[in-house]
């Protein structure tokens, strides 16, 4: 029995001894692991690098409508090709085999790719023709020295980024212009380069099958400006593009605009351009995490906001219409007129004369915007300078429709009373000159005087006004200077000697007669005699032509705020009534003239006020008309003019009935249906 306890005692004290070497080696173990395992993830702590970029969100234009909401410039979903830096190979040749692999599958799609580099294609490399400011920055941007030439910069960026002879000659020209286009566009984490737009589904779903071999290319689904009717005022609209320099670039940031990349597109003309801060929205911002050179996340830390929607005053049916009476009115004159074979350019302003909100305004020749955009050059270089809006920029003298404002003048000083007569005999005499009318009006008033369009009386006129007197009265009714109209306007300049320094002839004592009947070396725009028109329907009263009617949240939801009217000037101070009674009879005897049936203006059940002119040009001599409608009551003032033609005044009934043909509820509309009831 002793035995046998001797032995479990001996068992128990062996069984315990080897579990405590057990558990002090487990524990030993686990000790060492635990070790091993904390360095280890602490070492890797320490040698983790992790970077945090940001990259732009960008927000969506807003969309520019016509009066009744009818879209002219809207957005699209469509898909931009791109290049990402996170993704893109750090080898120079690595890279260089993605960009020529892409490359070839967009020239197989049909497709373009962005290179602006001022060099031209092929070889021998020359730089191209009107690009002085961008190869100064090229050479500046490859650091070489002003000497070097466009064969210099190419070798310099083939050396730069390795593009190797295993390419052709063709081949390492497209490489190197991508790689100045990523370089001009600040290539980086933080900026995309955009490397081809707009691409169809077909070539976006070759592409994506193939990303695989091409790090970095990648598709984004965006909002593409997309023209709906580039036949609306195309000139007034403008178009956007690319920021082309980073001279543009630096002036956006110094205009404001400090959250532009390199990669945005902007407004480049028109309203495009003046109304950019407001339609380009506020880009959102996406926040890219980089760990030891790979992605680790992306999240976006702010949303993007829509642009806002600009509603414009022009109707676009309105607009096409009197686009339409001005061309057919041109092909009249050279079917039927020999002196005016070559009348092919003109232009047409519509004004509302509540506010000088512009309802219409042609110009010929013009253009489709789509057109311009797909092949520019050949717009540009077309017959009669079709870029040119003749509406706004075109200078010309006004010849007699400027009367009113020499008759406002002499009206409102006291220089002459309606009463007032001057004796026209066809001939007269200042100092030793001659001077002539076209009719012989005897002893004439101010009132019959701008019905006949008497050049005597005007002449008397101008000269007991004088010239100072005359110029304040051209300024008061906006001449010599720009008008304010949102998408820009020429000013032109007034008949006066510093006119007549800049343009170096002399200064004769005989051009202020010719400047009182609006010849000598004055030139205005149609939109500027448009507004003098508009200014004597409204008792003097000068408001700011203007496009714009109302500003809208992105989706045309919502109306953010209405443009409001601009009284700019108040120009008879005096005489008011006596002013303009007396001019407002005299054009509405002007309108009441014989006039072929078609365009006579008497049977309308409203009276219209017009002054017509026939100023000498080096076309020979223009035609222009100006007024308003109804003479009572106006509701439309209009400009009409054409280059080397005649009969302006011809266009008044059909631009009156366009007019109330869109417009059925007005006075004009009412008075254009009760005329054809008559009618039948």
């Not at 390199?262 to 929205?281: F, T």
């Not at 009617?549 to 443009?563: C, G, M, P, T, V």
């Not at 407002?584 to 006579?600: R, S």
């Not at 005649?646 to 109330?660: E, F, Q």
Request: with cysteine; aromatic share 8%.
């Amino acid at each position: 029995m002793k035995e046998l306890l001797r032995q479990i005692s001996e068992f128990l004290r062996s069984s315990f001894l080897i579990l405590l070497v057990l558990a002090s080696s487990a524990f030993a173990i686990y000790r060492l692991l635990h070790l091993q395992i904390v360095e280890a993830n602490e070492e890797a702590k320490q040698t983790e690098v992790r970077s945090v970029y940001t990259q732009v969100i960008p927000a969506t234009r807003g969309e520019i409508v016509d009066c009744t909401g009818k879209p002219i410039v809207s957005n699209k979903i469509g898909y931009n090709l791109i290049i990402e830096k996170a993704y893109f190979p750090s080898d120079n040749k690595e890279g260089n085999a993605v960009i020529h692999r892409i490359v070839q599958l967009l020239r197989e799609s049909g497709y373009s790719w962005n290179d602006t580099m001022p060099v031209t294609k092929q070889k021998p490399y020359q730089f191209e023709r009107n690009r002085d400011r961008d190869v100064k920055e090229l050479k500046e941007n490859l650091h070489l020295n002003q000497y070097a030439d466009a064969e210099n910069c190419i070798d310099k960026l083939i050396a730069d980024y390795e593009i190797d002879d295993t390419y052709s000659e063709a081949e390492r020209r497209v490489i190197a212009g991508i790689r100045y286009e990523m370089l001009l566009r600040d290539f980086s984490m933080s900026n995309v380069f955009y490397l081809s737009n707009d691409i169809d589904l077909k070539t976006v779903t070759r592409i994506k099958e193939l990303r695989l071999t091409m790090n970095g290319v990648n598709i984004v689904e965006e909002a593409i400006r997309t023209i709906e009717n580039g036949t609306i005022i195309p000139h007034e609209i403008g178009y956007v593009g690319p920021i082309y320099s980073q001279e543009e670039y630096e002036e956006l940031l110094t205009n404001g605009h400090d959250d532009y990349v390199l990669s945005d597109s902007v407004g480049k003309s028109g309203l495009e351009m003046a109304c950019e801060p407001v339609l380009r929205g506020d880009n959102g911002v996406k926040q890219i995490t980089v760990t030891n050179g790979e992605v680790s996340s992306v999240e976006v830390t702010e949303e993007a906001v829509g642009g806002q929607t600009i509603q414009l005053t022009v109707n676009s049916d309105l607009q096409t219409k009197m686009q339409n009476i001005l061309e057919e009115h041109c092909q009249f004159l050279r079917d039927t007129e020999r002196e005016c074979k070559d009348a092919r350019c003109g232009a047409i302003v519509l004004l509302d004369t509540t506010d000088n909100a512009v309802l219409g305004m042609a110009t010929l020749p013009t253009y489709d915007l789509s057109e311009l955009l797909d092949d520019y050059k050949s717009v540009a270089e077309q017959e009669d300078s079709p870029l040119v809006n003749r509406a706004t920029d075109g200078l010309y003298r006004p010849g007699s429709t400027f009367k009113p404002i020499t008759a406002t003048a002499g009206l409102d000083t006291g220089t002459i009373s309606g009463r007032t007569e001057f004796n026209c005999t066809q001939e007269w005499r200042y100092i030793d000159m001659k001077f002539h009318c076209t009719g012989n009006h005897k002893l004439i008033n101010v009132r019959d005087a701008l019905t006949v369009s008497c050049n005597i009386f005007f002449y008397e006129l101008g000269t007991r006004l004088g010239l100072d007197k005359l110029l304040d009265y051209e300024r008061m009714y906006g001449l010599g200077a720009p008008l304010g109209l949102e998408s820009g306007d020429s000013g032109g300049y007034l008949a006066c000697p510093e006119t007549f320094k800049m343009l170096g002839i002399d200064w004769y004592v005989g051009e202020l007669v010719q400047a009182s009947i609006g010849q000598s070396e004055i030139q205005v725009t149609p939109l500027q005699m448009a507004t003098v028109a508009s200014t004597i329907a409204n008792d003097g009263n000068r408001y700011r032509p203007h496009l714009i009617d109302s500003y809208w949240d992105n989706a045309h939801q919502n109306k953010i705020a209405d443009k409001e009217p601009e009284l700019v000037q108040t120009v008879a101070q005096n005489n008011t009534e006596l002013v303009y009674s007396n001019i407002e009879a005299g054009m509405i005897g002007a309108a009441q003239t014989a006039m072929p049936l078609k365009y006579d203006l008497n049977d309308l059940g409203i009276d219209v006020a017009i002054k017509t002119g026939t100023p000498q040009s080096p076309r020979g001599t223009d035609s222009f008309v100006i007024g308003y409608a109804p003479a009572e009551n106006p509701e439309v003032a209009f400009c009409a003019m054409v280059e080397g033609g005649k009969y302006a005044k011809y266009m008044v009934k059909a631009i009156l009935k366009a007019y109330g043909e869109e417009y059925p509820d007005s006075q004009i509309g009412r008075a254009f249906r009760i005329a054809a009831r008559r009618a039948d």
